[in-house]
């Protein structure tokens, strides 16, 4: 190496190298990952439990015929006093009550699907809560709407619904499912690359 007035430069006496251009602290870039298997179990099974629910809401309006009968006896024999009517109007309110509520329940549960693979916090105790509430449906409906040989298979649908919901939320709880959503984001160390 040569100086501007042409002298050699000595560098026996070891002086330092030269720093290096290339900096090794990267910036973060946002990447997406795919979710963890426990992840994808859970949504897998809580589509099966979507799927479950919406079988039996069909199920339910298909034999709708056969139950608001079974339904209206199950009333008149709790006060036998008032007009035929009554009975079949009670019947049909606690028949569409129950549509409505599984319905409702239904796309609340789509909802928080959506916002837990979206990361949102505390969403799984959104989802717990939707599972108790299934639950007490599950037992309302098997009294007062599951009656007779139409009821055995409501019951049953509605058995794999909450079955699969819980299994899914299982499936939320395993560590690597917890540490996927307290992440938010995915992140590496490195430049942008862009894509055209």
Partial sequence: MVRAQGVPVDNSHGSPERPSLKNPNQPPVLIKQPPPFAVRTSQFLWVLSFLAGTVAIAYLVAVRDDLVPLISEMVRDVDENRGEGTYTEAADIVFWSTFGGLLALLLFQITLLVSFM?????????????????????????????????????????????????????????PSAIAWTARQHDVRRGNIVTVN
Avoid: C, E, H, N
């Avoid at 505390?122 to 717990?128: E, K, M, N, T």
């Fill in 118 to 174: 979206g990361r949102k916090k505390g969403i799984r105790w959104w989802q717990f809560i939707t599972v108790l509430a299934q639950l007490a449906a599950f037992a309302l409906i098997s009294q007062m709407v599951a009656l007779g040989d139409y009821g055995t298979s409501l019951r049953q649908l509605l058995t794999v619904q909450v079955g699969l919901a819980l299994l899914a939320l299982l499936m939320a709880a395993f």
